[in-house]
């Protein structure tokens, strides 16, 4: 898997939505063509919802690993 810099990483799912919602308007700006446009409108979708879910996972994962001190786990009490 490539490595990315941080600003590319964390823009990544921003990237993603604003694909979606863009392909979503393309969809219904082809709303002549059926088949095009019902095509462009689930890739749209599918990207938005893809965007949503990385950031939603990101939120939790980061909540998750500020509630342990990385340090602490798996070692015994020090009492």
């Keep these: 898997m490539p490595q990315f810099s941080r600003p590319v990483y964390e823009g990544l799912p921003w990237l993603y939505i604003i694909c979606g919602l863009l392909a979503l308007a393309l969809s219904y ?10 095509l462009i409108g689930l890739l ?14 990101r939120r939790d994962f980061r909540a998750l690993r500020a509630q342990y001190d990385p340090d602490a786990l798996g ?3 020090k009492r």
Excluded: N
Aim: charged share 15%.
């Design 29 to 38: 700006a082809l709303a002549l063509h059926r088949w095009t446009s019902l």
């Design 44 to 57: 749209g979708l599918l990207a938005l919802l893809a965007g949503v879910v990385v950031l939603l996972r």
């Design 75 to 77: 070692r015994p009490d």
